[in-house]
Structure formats: C-alpha cells, structure tokens
T-cell receptor
Framework: KAGVTQTPRYLIKTRGQQVTLSCSPI?????VSWYQQTPGQGLQFLFE???????NKGNFPGRFSGRQFSNSRSEMNVSTLELGDSALYLC??????????FGSGTRLTVV | DQQVKQNSPSLSVQEGRISILNCDYT??????FLWYKKYPAEGPTFLIS?????DKNEDGRFTVFLNKSAKHLSLHIVPSQPGDSAVYFC????????????FGQGTELSVKP
C-alpha cells in the first residue's frame, strides 16, 4: 500500500511569489491535514480537509489556503511568500478516528 | 499558549538501557495521544498511541504511560538501540477537532553504543 506522497520534495521561491504544494493521501483515506514545521515554532497545524470540505483551520494568515479534490488529493497554496514561510510542510492522511500517517514533506525555501 | 510540552530538548542513553521521554499537557479535553519519531527533512513516523481511557499501551519495545491526573505521558523504550536515535514528538488531539494534532517541541534522543 503506497504511503502519503508529497510533491515536490524541495522548492526554492522568491519573496512575493506564490507556491502550490501537493499531497496524495493513502488510498481510501478521506482526511488530509497540513502542518508546518519550523525550528522556532515546531510542528503547527495549518488545516484539515475531509470530503473536499475544510473542517478545521489553524492560526495562520489568509495567505495560506488549501483545497481537496474528489479523489482526496489535496493542495495547499501560499501567496505573497515571506522569508518566514521557509519551512518543512507536511501532509498527513487519516482513515477513521485514528491512524495519522505523514508524508515525507516539502522543504520550501524562500529567498 | 503551548498546550503540549516536552521540557527536555535532548536525552542521551547508553545502548541496552531504558530511554524515558516525557510530555506534559494542559488541555483536559485531549482524548488521544500519539508518539512520533522523526529524522531531519523527513515526515514523522508513527510509533505508538494511547486513548485517554487507558493508562498504558505497549507495542514491542515501546510503552506509553498516561497519567491523566498529572496531565503527563511518557514513552519508554526498552532496550534502547542506536537506531532509535532521532527526534521524538508527542502529539495530542481533541476529539471534536478531528484531524488537528497539537505537537510538543520534540526531544532529541541519542543512543550511544
């Protein structure tokens, strides 16, 4: 069974640009969550999608958005990138109430 | 407001001995707790979890203990192996907030041969 797939693995963007990250959950998993990991703030919850609907949102500015498609694949978008957005972005998929499985992440560097 | 805290940034243990990683929390609404192991530039790997209705869960070398009155959980690794060297995160969930996990800051475990 394939795990959670995140693309791309690495990305370098310039301040002010926007970026889109992709996450393909484990087959059959309908819930996808996104997290940001930085050295200073640790792992922080961004948002969760279930059946194409956002169910929960963390304390991030509106520049961070996401969506989920009918096949459960999810994308997150960050607009007007800032240096502080440099981080490892992680996606997790879930089946039922438990069993959170994380992908390997996308390392975003903003220069 | 950090609801989940891992107060020890690092821990060094001799191979074969017990590793004990600690985690404290403040939110009494947490109903489910998880431990993850993480290497740099990779996603967290699930280790073990415990529901708030239990006080202990065991899986091979890993045991998690939950003390609800003290709002404290711990992960015991026995015996510790060099391959266990990584950063360990505890995470907690509030039932009615679905997929939202709140993570501690992590403890870097080093197991020396």
């Amino acid at each position: 069974k394939a795990g959670v797939t995140q693309t791309p693995r690495y990305l370098i963007k310039t301040r002010g640009q926007q970026v889109t990250l992709s996450c393909s959950p484990i087959s059959g998993h309908r819930s996808v969550s996104w997290y940001q990991q930085t050295p200073g703030q640790g792992l922080q919850f961004l948002f969760e999608y279930f059946s194409e609907t956002q169910r929960n949102k963390g304390n991030f500015p509106g520049r961070f958005s996401g969506r989920q498609f009918s096949n459960s694949r999810s994308e997150m978008n960050v607009s007007t990138l800032e240096l502080g957005d440099s981080a490892l972005y992680l996606c997790a998929s879930r089946q039922g109430a438990y069993g959170y499985t994380f992908g390997s992440g996308t390392r975003l560097t903003v220069v | 407001d950090q609801q989940v805290k891992q107060n020890s940034p690092s821990l060094s243990v001799q191979e074969g001995r017990i590793s004990i990683l600690n985690c404290d929390y403040t939110n009494s609404m947490f109903d489910y707790f998880l431990w993850y192991k993480k290497y740099p530039a990779e996603g967290p790997t699930f280790l073990i979890s415990i529901s708030s209705i239990k006080d202990k869960n065991e899986d091979g070398r890993f045991t998690v203990f939950l003390n609800k009155s003290a709002k404290h959980l711990s992960l015991h690794i026995v015996p510790s192996q060099p391959g266990d060297s990584a950063v360990y995160f505890c995470a907690a969930r509030v039932d009615n907030q679905g997929g939202k996990l709140i993570f501690g800051q992590g403890t870097e475990l080093s197991v020396k041969p």
